[in-house]
């Protein structure tokens, strides 16, 4: 299975990008593969779902929007995860990425979903330690001497660290975040840049002996993203989804049908896809989007549509046969419309000949 997460950090500098992440923790700054197709019918703006037969017998399940609590950046904008998981084009992975689809449908369901994925995907808002790099001791020791205390021992007491703590500073050693702003500002350094070093959750807060934060950890390459992403967690979200107890899948119905996103027509898919196995074409199946018209979706021929411009009471079936008509019918407009500019085009020059034969 295939995994990929956009999102953003809580800096500025670190603004939404999309990354595939690797099973052994590498990253690779990668977009999922949807099909241009599907790209067309989905809104950046609104939370989006959608299911896609890829070539090479793979599918694709692309959810956005999912806005965990109190994940905020900088200035207090939400901060929302997007996930893509390409898996087998059937069996276990096609089970469980129907039924992952039908729990991001459902408003309660896609709240217990957000609130996993928002553990599997952990915002790097300050680092556990900094450290001063190799280039800049220099110029923390001559900030010293220009300050107001005569050695670390003063500055020290001044403010309430450990010797140790100031010594470390110094001597380019890693200092926990809090203690690193306070020598940092009252030095006045304005130290551009500093090493971050980020230490899981359930990490001790002193850096145990054996562990040399210099090295790296599991972190490192998500520092310049400003978010850590554990594979293993959103793999057991989708598994977690194939052990439910469900009887064998039956065939689709499969008739195209479009309607609007609304809560009840999403619980009715959800069922549906729960229920049913995917068509087997290689196209975007399964679309839930923000704000596409009802035609550019019929047009699309996709199995399922939800959009919010689409105004109808429910489903609605969109027949090939509709879909031919009206091909069919824009094509004649096209050529009675070429008919008349001919026609204009030759009276217009029959009138032009005439003009010039009367007398000025």
Known sequence: MKIYVQSRGYDQDKDYSWMQVMEDGTVVPEIPPLSKKAISLIETSSPALVLERLPEERLLLLITGLEPEDRLDIISRQIRIDLAFVG???????????????????EEKRKSLTASVSAAVELLKNPTFLLVYPEDIEKVKLALEESDFPNQQELAAALSLPEETVGNFVDGKPVQYEDFVK???????????????????????????????????????????GFYVSFSKLLAVV?????????????????????????????????EIMRCKLPPET?????????????????????????????????????ESKSKDKLS???????????????????GNIEDKDGGDRPK
């Open 88 to 106: 087998t084009n059937a069996g276990e992975d096609e089970f469980a990425l129907r039924q992952l689809a039908a729990r991001a449908l459902i």
């Open 239 to 271: 598994s977690g989804e194939g052990t439910e107890e469900v009887s064998p899948s039956e065939a689709p119905d499969l008739t195209k049908k479009i309607g609007p996103n609304s809560q009840e027509l999403k619980a009715q898919l959800a069922e």
């Open 329 to 347: 019918l824009s094509m004649l407009v096209e050529m009675v419309s070429g008919w008349l500019k001919s026609v204009s085009k030759y009276f």
């Open 283 to 319: 196209e975007p199946l399964v679309v839930v989007t923000g704000f596409k018209k009802m035609e550019t979706l019929a047009e699309a021929k996709i199995w399922r549509g939800l959009s919010k411009l689409v105004d109808t009471d429910g489903w609605t079936a969109i027949s």
């Open 183 to 225: 020598v940092n500002d009252t030095l006045k350094l304005n130290l551009t840049r500093a090493k971050e070093i980020f230490l899981p959750p359930d990490a001790n807060l002193s850096l145990p002996e054996e562990e040399n934060p210099e090295e790296e950890n599991i972190y490192t390459n998500f520092i310049d993203y």
